[in-house]
Nanobody, 124 residues
């Protein structure tokens, strides 16, 4: 069982930056691939970025490549998402999720544990 809690969301102007954090419970955090997803009103939940259990492999959605960076600190049971050059289209609730394998995945249904989400709002 993994319990996930996101933090770091908020309101920012276009072009600004935010850093999201996700704190995870459990002693085997490194056994789980992790992902950041987002869901805007009226839209489906979509992958933003994923990272393998040891952090050696990462994945980014085309819409965030070059602007967002996913990272993890297994010693601290923590996942991060550094978001730069934010755009109004990035406005959404952001969720961290854990997958019961060390291999990163992109489909929401392949993730087993989810946080409660944190709101990110980017004003124009």
């Amino acid at each position: 069982q993994v319990h996930l809690v996101e933090s770091g969301g908020g309101l920012v102007q276009a072009g600004g930056s935010l850093r999201l954090s996700c704190a995870a419970s459990g002693r085997t955090f490194g056994n789980y691939a992790m992902g950041w997803f987002r869901q805007a009103p009226g839209k489906e939940r979509e992958i933003v970025a994923g990272i393998s259990g040891r952090g050696r492999t990462t994945y980014y959605a085309d819409s965030v490549k070059g602007r967002f960076t996913i990272s993890r600190d297994n010693a601290k049971n923590a996942l991060y998402l550094q978001m730069n050059s934010l755009k109004p289209d990035d406005t959404a609730v952001y969720y961290c999720a854990a997958r019961s394998t060390s291999i990163a995945g992109t489909e929401p249904q392949s993730y087993d544990y989810w946080g409660q989400g944190t709101q990110v709002t980017v004003s124009s």
